[in-house]
């Protein structure tokens, strides 16, 4: 399974970025697929999880603000960020979860300045 992520970039505080990420290879609709960050000098956390059926799962942090999707293939995952904060400024990682196995993609940077 190979995760390619696109989006981010810099933004000032109060605006918004989209992230998308496609998963391709050996993979059937039956995974949740999601984002996690990972901030500098912190540990990786969760940002927004979905499942092929379309539940959703937020942070507190980021709820109200975040909105992810699906594609109706399946295999792509858009994160729809805005009001963004200084503090959401992090290296945000693609993550596909199936059959217990789990997958990253390369990260992608998001800056928010204040």
């Known amino acids: 399974v190979q995760l390619q992520a696109s989006g981010g970039g810099l933004v000032q505080a109060g605006g918004s970025l989209r992230l998308s990420c496609a998963a391709s290879?050996?993979?059937?609709?039956?995974?949740?697929m999601g984002w996690y960050r990972q901030a500098p000098e912190k540990q990786r956390e969760l940002v927004a999880l979905i499942s092929v059926t379309g539940v959703t799962n937020y942070a507190d942090s980021v709820k109200g603000r975040f909105t992810i999707s699906r594609d109706s293939n399946k295999n792509k995952v858009n994160l729809q960020m805005s009001s963004l904060k200084p503090e959401d400024t992090a290296v945000y990682y693609c993550?596909?979860?199936?059959?217990?196995?789990?997958?990253w993609g390369q990260g992608t940077q998001v800056t928010v300045s204040s």
């Open positions: 993550y596909l979860q199936r059959f217990g196995r789990e997958f």
């Open positions: 290879g050996s993979i059937s609709s039956i995974a949740t």
